[in-house]
């Protein structure tokens, strides 16, 4: 009955190793998706339960890192950032995204098709690192740090112009089943005037027929900061957008989105549509 027994328990534990490996490879999906798109970048690792103390012989034995690599190009009719809009051109956004587990480490830019003359024509350059995870059952939670970059302005390692060129922002994100919070944080080379500016934003995604996404939101800032036309805190944003997703083959992706944004504080209403593809 012994040997009975240890049989079984071998049994499980061998059965459970697949289960575990799959799960690694889908919370490594899921951080490339939502880091791509900049938005909010978070990713599932595993829980520390039952399946993790099962395969404990197996944790303890030397394995191998596996970095992935996701790219993503997006299409803007224009440039709406928290309720600002960042030239009426439309432009290109690119990413490339390496992560490892919770860790992930990456290179946002965005490109206007405008002539330099334009006062519209903003250029950024965003490198981010940060880590995920998973903090319930089904709750994720994130943290990154970057810097916002404009080339037009300065060298990249200038932060002595009062943030025109260069300002460290320290971002997390939570998500806790179809609900999400945002926050931003510049915590270094702000602009004058502003006291170290803090962005929050609420969305709730709601699957539609046909696998459309409708994403409501409402943002704004709590403190002075130059969000707002008077430094002051207000709502910067209310508004949704909804996206569909399409599978052009096994590792390319299309993403089409409409943005639908009022600006309470400015009282303008915004559009903007665009198309990614993620490989």
């Known amino acids: 009955m012994k040997n009975l027994k240890y049989i079984l328990i071998l049994t499980i534990i061998l059965g459970l190793q697949p289960i575990?490996?799959?799960?690694?490879?889908?919370?490594?999906?899921?951080?490339?998706?939502?880091?791509?798109?900049?938005?909010?970048?978070?990713?599932?690792?595993?829980?520390?339960?039952i399946v993790a103390d099962a395969s404990e012989q197996e944790e303890e034995e030397p394995k191998k890192s596996k970095w992935n690599v996701a790219y993503d190009l997006t299409l803007n009719s224009r440039f709406i950032w928290r309720g600002l809009v960042l030239g009426d051109h439309p432009n290109a956004q690119a990413s490339v995204t390496f992560s490892?587990?919770?860790?992930?480490?990456?290179?946002w830019s965005s490109y206007p098709f405008a002539i330099a003359s334009d006062a519209p024509n903003y250029k950024e350059i965003i490198p981010y690192i940060g880590?995920?995870?998973k903090v319930g059952e089904k709750s994720n939670l994130a943290v990154m740090v970057l810097p916002h970059y404009?080339?037009?302005?300065?060298?990249?390692?200038?932060?002595?112009?009062?943030?025109?060129?260069n300002r460290l922002e320290l971002r997390a994100i939570y998500n806790i089943g179809k609900l999400?919070?945002?926050?931003?944080?510049?915590?270094y080379n702000s602009?004058?005037?502003s006291d170290a500016p803090l962005y929050l934003e609420v969305g709730y995604s709601i699957e539609m027929p046909n696998k459309i996404t409708v994403r409501p939101f409402i943002s704004g800032s709590p403190n002075d900061n130059y969000y707002t036309t008077d430094e002051k805190a207000n709502?910067?944003?209310?508004?949704?957008?909804?996206?569909?997703?399409?599978?052009?083959?096994?590792?390319?992706?299309?993403?089409?989105?409409?943005?639908?944004v009022y600006n309470p504080d400015r009282e303008e209403f915004n559009a903007a549509f665009n198309a990614t593809i993620k490989l």
């Open 20 to 49: 575990i490996a799959q799960q690694a490879e889908d919370e490594t999906a899921e951080v490339l998706e939502t880091v791509s798109s900049n938005q909010k970048t978070t990713q599932e690792v595993q829980d520390e339960n």
């Open 100 to 107: 490892n587990g919770g860790f992930f480490v990456g290179v």
């Open 131 to 133: 880590y995920g995870g």
């Open 150 to 165: 404009d080339p037009n302005v300065g060298g990249f390692f200038d932060f002595d112009n009062d943030g025109a060129t």
């Open 180 to 187: 999400d919070f945002f926050a931003g944080w510049d915590f």
């Open 191 to 193: 602009f004058p005037g």
């Open 235 to 260: 709502v910067t944003q209310i508004g949704w957008y909804t996206s569909k997703s399409y599978s052009i083959s096994k590792e390319v992706g299309l993403t089409l989105k409409a943005d639908m």
